[in-house]
């Protein structure tokens, strides 16, 4: 399976990003993922739109983009983890 | 005070990122989150901690990226913006005399009344990782919530928060 590229991205790239790729990063080392994770700000995700697999925000986004994303914010209110934590491994053993 | 209190102390001393009673609020009266900002961001300015820039920026970015949680039990905000009006990072805390509505994080449309504020001013990006998890777990426990909610006592909550986020162990953490 090709390495993917997940953009982890929140408005300013300081805070909640750090804590979402922190959780991701466990994740994958978890379930033996090979991830490329890019840590951005939320404007930057235009310029990944041809690489990346998977975007996973806490800021919102109205732009379509080529590939799925998913909401992160259980990962900081601890509400609803579990489900937001399937739904990204789904997206990545795809 | 036995070895490891002063090795801790030490240990504290040395750690650059600031937190103490002068950047923990209480009873903060504001009708709107940006007069919440406001008040936050001069306290941090008087403290000579984040620039004159701070207070317009962390308004802007606000709005443009809520940071209303819906923690449970009590609702909490975690205002930031970008590394270049910071100073000295710090975690400043503001309780609120009573709820102000502040956007959730990731919705364009819903609010949530927020009564306590953990303004971040960070001087790093991409770093500060388990304080930040350690942070993020405060907020998953609504009886830590509710203790600095109720307390009337800064040096209390300060005292909570150290034992809860391990400052101490943050120098030279990237």
Same mark, same amino acid.
């Given at each position: 399976m090709a390495k993917k590229q997940v953009l982890v991205a929140c408005g300013a790239g300081i805070a909640t990003s750090?804590?979402?790729?922190?959780?991701i990063e466990e994740m994958a080392k978890?379930?033996?993922?090979?991830?490329?994770?890019?840590?951005?700000?939320?404007?930057?995700?235009?310029?990944?739109?041809?690489?990346?697999?998977?975007?996973?925000?806490?800021?919102?986004?109205?732009?379509e983009y080529p590939f799925p994303v998913i909401n992160a914010r259980s990962f900081l209110t601890g509400i609803g983890t579990d489900a937001t934590k399937k739904e990204i491994l789904t997206a990545l053993q795809k | 005070m036995n070895g490891?209190?002063?090795?801790?102390?030490? /240990?504290?001393?040395?750690?650059?990122?600031?937190?103490? %009673?002068? *950047?923990i609020l209480l009873n903060v009266e504001a009708a709107s989150k940006e007069e919440v900002l406001e008040k936050m961001g001069r306290n941090l300015i008087d403290e000579n901690l984040v620039k004159e820039s701070f207070i317009p920026a962390i308004i802007a970015r606000e709005e443009e990226y809520a940071t209303g949680?819906?923690?449970?039990? /009590?609702?909490?905000?975690?205002?930031?913006?970008?590394? %270049?009006? *910071?100073q000295r990072k710090t975690i400043s805390i503001g309780v609120l005399k009573d709820a102000v509505e502040f956007g959730v994080m990731g919705d364009d449309k819903e609010t949530i009344p927020v009564r306590i504020v953990f303004m971040l001013a960070m001087d790093e990006a991409?770093?500060?990782?388990?304080?930040?998890?350690?942070?993020?777990?405060?907020?998953?426990?609504?009886?830590?919530?509710l203790s600095i909610l109720k307390?009337?006592?800064?040096?209390?909550?300060?005292?909570?928060?150290?034992e809860k986020l391990d400052f101490g162990v943050l120098e030279g953490e990237k």
């Amino acid at each position: 399976m090709a390495k993917k590229q997940v953009l982890v991205a929140c408005g300013a790239g300081i805070a909640t990003s750090t804590v979402v790729n922190g959780a991701i990063e466990e994740m994958a080392k978890e379930n033996n993922l090979d991830v490329d994770l890019v840590q951005i700000k939320i404007s930057e995700v235009g310029g990944y739109v041809d690489t990346a697999d998977l975007l996973v925000t806490t800021a919102m986004t109205q732009k379509e983009y080529p590939f799925p994303v998913i909401n992160a914010r259980s990962f900081l209110t601890g509400i609803g983890t579990d489900a937001t934590k399937k739904e990204i491994l789904t997206a990545l053993q795809k | 005070m036995n070895g490891a209190n002063i090795l801790y102390s030490v /240990v504290n001393m040395m750690s650059n990122i600031y937190f103490n %009673e002068s *950047v923990i609020l209480l009873n903060v009266e504001a009708a709107s989150k940006e007069e919440v900002l406001e008040k936050m961001g001069r306290n941090l300015i008087d403290e000579n901690l984040v620039k004159e820039s701070f207070i317009p920026a962390i308004i802007a970015r606000e709005e443009e990226y809520a940071t209303g949680l819906p923690t449970a039990g /009590v609702a909490v905000a975690i205002p930031h913006t970008d590394v %270049e009006h *910071v100073q000295r990072k710090t975690i400043s805390i503001g309780v609120l005399k009573d709820a102000v509505e502040f956007g959730v994080m990731g919705d364009d449309k819903e609010t949530i009344p927020v009564r306590i504020v953990f303004m971040l001013a960070m001087d790093e990006a991409h770093s500060q990782l388990s304080l930040l998890q350690q942070l993020m777990s405060v907020f998953q426990t609504e009886e830590t919530l509710l203790s600095i909610l109720k307390e009337e006592n800064k040096t209390n909550i300060r005292s909570l928060l150290e034992e809860k986020l391990d400052f101490g162990v943050l120098e030279g953490e990237k």
